[in-house]
């Protein structure tokens, strides 16, 4: 990014490209990223337009190899062609790279510590409309299940691209946990720094503090600015990572406010939720409350009547704080 | 008595390693007090022709850019794996002897952290699609190793090795080789009593594979299908391998009661002398 004449920051062709899709802000990345560094190469699952990787296709066809609708294949093929040497990032819809190939994530890629990168589109319950065999909301407690790998939920498209960046040098696998088709509202600057491991707090404030990540990170903003009108001062923190968890993000916020929210996309055994819980716990015992998909399969609609349904909007945020007071 | 064609005793060698491959696969399972003797013992052969005759390898440089890859799909077979890593010089042959011990790199399955080891298998139908992945990492590198990736019978089974079937001749990876381990056993019983896997030659040639049958304990088979790969251009190549489990050990021959089994000390002496017997 450049400043112009006038002053004003250019706003980078991604940005624009991406149209608020952190899918797309993934393929995005992935292009640069193979435009930089030969070792990058792109597998996907049918998912070409998904990820948006014509271009790279076209620039680099033998950078891009598409296996069809074969997650498992595509897990051991990414992990083989890790041992050689190469940087694969494996494209897929969250519900069946990571569920489908579930075996092939641990033994190829996890127990064998190959450094591949796996972006997941859709996750959640993005693609409401599809009904359940199309949501992901056990991802993140499958992913952090695995040792040696890396969970990261980005909040918006901007964040997928500096996520994907960031992938650049890691060593070892990574799971980016994507969104997919349904609004995602912007709530990251575009130039915002991003390091993996490091949570973001996004707004100060000592009363209270919600631990949010993806979608429901803008949720939570809104719902401090809802209480903020009541006098509560609430911190918001994108803890995009979720393993490795960002230990001293968690335990200040143990300490300096008066309990904890965690708001995420994601049934509620498993995910960000039971990580901060389960440091909490041993660490620093702190009151919470936990917004989340409850323990069963969500019905059909448009994903913002559905996230709503099942407790998931930034009215529940609201309720969950003021029950802490 | 007439000299030896060279022929002849490149073979001799080979089947004085394959010999020992089996000698040494008992040790290690001994060593271990049970385990995988059938599909061990039937890889046997194969393995010798591979590690003695075809593969590119450093020992003394297990991680060598170049080297050629082999991936041992049918991970369950790592008694006889550990055997021919260990004879071709990748470890000292003592390490047969902590085999399952604690803290050993030489479980009853494969793992990446051993030297010689590609990667980490057990879990059955996953070694095709990581050959691909190497495969395609060879051809993106422009470099000339092979793959070659050894795949059990009952483990085709497996729905993951048909997608992978599917995509190695997609890609035209002809520097890429499987080789089929026909046993006919699997650890309930004969395949064809559990799930037939036949007409297996057509199957592989209806998803466009180069296919070669072989006997898997002909040494002179083994050489010639592995000096003609790949079988064709832009195809990957298939060698389905006519074995015997147990081979060579006749208590243990043709019987699913020997895919995995305990190895005592009579058990132990009992498979010696009968190796002894056909040295």
Known sequence: MSASANGNVDVPE????????????????????????????????????????????????????????????????????ATTGMHPYLCGYAPFITARSMEQLRNDVAYANQ?????????????????????????IALMRSLPNMTV??????????????????????????????????PVTPIDANFEIGKA??????????????????????SAAETLEAD??????????????????????????????????????????????????????????????????????????QVRDRYGMSARHIVDACRSLR | MPEKSNREAVLDKLREEALKVRRNSWRALHAAGIGHVGGA????????????????????????????????SKGHGNAALAAVLAQAGFFEESRLDEFYAYESLLGMHPDIKCEGVEMSTGGLGHGLSIGIGMALGARLQNKDFRTVVMIGDGELQEGSNWEAA????????????????????????????????????????????????????????????????????????????HTIK??????AEDTYLWHNNAVTDEVYEKALAELEAQS
């Open chain 1, 14 to 81: 991604w940005v624009s490209l991406a149209a608020n899709q952190s899918r797309l802000s993934f393929g995005l990345a992935v292009t640069e990223l193979a435009q930089r560094d030969d070792s990058v190469v792109a597998i996907g699952s049918d998912t070409l337009d998904l990820i948006g990787l014509r271009t790279l296709q076209k620039e680099h066809p033998d950078r891009v190899v598409d296996v069809g609708i074969a997650e498992q294949n595509a897990m051991g093929i990414a992990s083989g062609l």
């Open chain 1, 115 to 139: 450094r591949v990168v796996i972006g997941g589109a859709c996750s959640g319950i993005s693609l409401a409309v599809s009904g359940g065999t199309h949501h992901a909301v056990e991802d």
């Open chain 1, 152 to 185: 990261v939920v980005v909040a918006d498209a901007h964040q997928g691209w500096h996520a994907t960046l960031a992938t650049q040098d890691y060593d070892g696998p990574v799971y980016l946990r994507l969104g997919g088709r349904a609004v995602e509202t």
């Open chain 1, 200 to 221: 973001d707090v996004m707004r100060a404030g000592k009363d209270v503090t919600v631990i949010a990540c993806g979608c429901l990170v803008p949720e939570a903003m």
């Open chain 1, 231 to 304: 006098g509560v001062d609430v911190r918001v923190i994108n803890m995009h990572t979720i393993k490795p968890l960002d230990r001293d993000a968690v335990l200040a916020a143990a300490a300096e406010t008066g309990g904890i929210v965690t708001a995420e996309e994601h049934h509620l055994t498993g995910g960000l939720g039971g990580a901060v819980a389960e440091l909490l716990a041993e660490e620093h015992p702190t009151r919470m409350r936990f917004v989340g998909m409850p323990d069963e399969y969500a019905i059909v609609g448009p994903t913002g």
């Open chain 2, 41 to 72: 013992l039937s890889a046997a052969d194969l393995l010798a022709g591979l590690y003695f005759h075809f593969l590119r390898l450093r020992p003394g440089e297990p991680e060598w850019e170049d080297r050629d890859r082999f991936v041992l």
């Open chain 2, 166 to 241: 599917m995509a190695a001749v997609h890609l035209s990876l002809s520097n890429l080789t499987a080789i089929i381990d026909y046993n006919k056993v699997q650890q309930s019983g004969h395949i064809h009593e559990m799930m037939g896997l036949e007409p297996l030659a057509e199957k592989w040639r209806a998803f466009g594979w180069a296919v070669h049958e072989i006997d898997g304990h002909d040494m002179g088979e083994i050489v010639d299908v592995l000096d003609a790969l790949p079988l064709e251009a832009d195809k990957p190549s298939l060698v389905i391998a």
């Open chain 2, 246 to 251: 147990g081979k060579g050990a006749s208590f």
